[in-house]
């Protein structure tokens, strides 16, 4: 899938998107509260550069934690980034951002971030090399020892370990409304669109993004979550 394919699936999927995620939300909230704590040492007016953010739950949980720090929102759905300017601006906190619809590469110079948080997103870079080169992008959007918390869907296709917890994921998607369809269209754009690789192939891959080695902090099923800084 290309990154138009892409972009127009999340356009689709936009309106609504934060309602359909309630019943997930557990994998979410535990993944921000841990984010906090990760994150709690930065300097007081801190920035922040939010990477593929879609309707900005990570920037929503940030911004309402630490109401000095500034946030750059990289959204390539515009759709997407319309609902994360909207929750922004009933929230309160829409003048500490600078709202960019496109990728990275498109994002204009500007000062050096702190921090950048990336959930759910280099999954589907299928190609390790590009994958690399994108969190290299985003190295270099940050200071020197700068943090990144990213988190991807991550296993060893094909192990006991994967079928277990597929088995557990589907439990989870049907008590959350998920329909039968939806199950099997996201398992079969699983096998074709989504790059799922074991959590030590993500780690080189970050690595070789300009990283020094990443942290797991947090899994819940198939996501995982680490952090680590920009080397020198």
Request: hydrophobic content about 40%; some cysteine.
């Amino acid at each position: 899938m290309n990154q138009d394919e892409l972009k127009a699936i999340f356009d689709q999927q936009a309106s609504g998107y934060e309602q359909r995620q309630k019943k997930l939300a557990p994998v979410h909230e535990g993944l921000h509260f841990q984010l906090e704590w990760i994150l709690s040492d930065l300097p007081r007016e801190a920035r922040i550069l939010c990477v593929g953010l879609g309707t900005g739950a990570e920037l929503s949980y940030l911004a309402n934690k630490f109401p000095n720090w500034s946030f750059t929102a990289v959204e390539p759905s515009g759709a997407m980034r319309d609902e994360c300017r909207l929750r922004a601006e009933k929230e309160g906190f829409s003048s500490r951002c600078m709202f960019h619809e496109g990728y990275l590469e498109s994002l204009p110079d500007v000062e050096l971030h702190d921090a950048a948080t990336c959930f759910m997103v280099s999954q589907f870079i299928i190609d390790t090399e590009a994958r690399s080169n994108f969190f290299r992008a985003i190295a270099a959007r940050l200071h020197p020892g700068g943090i990144l918390v990213s988190a991807d869907l991550s296993s060893e296709v094909g192990s006991y370990e994967y079928r277990a917890l597929l088995q557990t994921w589907v439990a989870m998607l049907h008590a959350a409304n998920v329909s039968s369809g939806a199950i099997e269209k996201t398992h079969s754009a699983w096998a074709k669109d989504v790059a799922i690789l074991p959590p030590d192939d993500v780690k080189a891959i970050i690595r070789r993004g300009g990283f020094d080695s990443p942290v797991q902090f947090y899994q819940a099923g198939f996501v995982h979550a680490w952090f680590s800084k920009r080397s020198p």
